[in-house]
């Protein structure tokens, strides 16, 4: 699959960055900013909605669907288990085990 890289700012094009974009398993993309002295930027790679949301927009790459389901999976297992473990061990062990899990 190849995409199109257009840049945008508040919903405005700036005409096409990148044409021929590969994307799938085996690419991957690391952007990068140039800044000098006392510039700032601010940039969305996809931990909040777009304020601008553009027609025909897909991000690079999916979400890690995946690893996110596991890990909150893990997360709700360990949950039930700390009060069954502090219910039956005590404070000492679990002292201890938070230490383990936390290093």
Do not use: W
């Not at 669907?65 to 000492?92: N, Q, W």
């Amino acid at each position: 699959m190849v995409y199109l890289c257009e840049l945008c700012r508040n919903g405005q094009s700036l005409g096409e960055a990148f044409t021929n974009v590969q994307v799938g398993e085996g690419f991957a993309y690391f952007p990068a900013v140039s800044l000098s002295v006392h510039e700032t930027v601010r940039a969305n790679f996809g931990s909040t909605p777009l304020h601008y949301m553009l027609p025909g927009y897909r991000p690079l790459q999916a979400p890690p669907t995946t690893d996110m389901i596991r890990s909150h999976l893990l997360l709700g297992y360990f949950e039930c288990l700390v009060p069954m473990l502090a219910s039956s061990c005590g404070p000492k062990v679990m002292a201890i085990l938070f230490c383990v899990i936390n290093d």
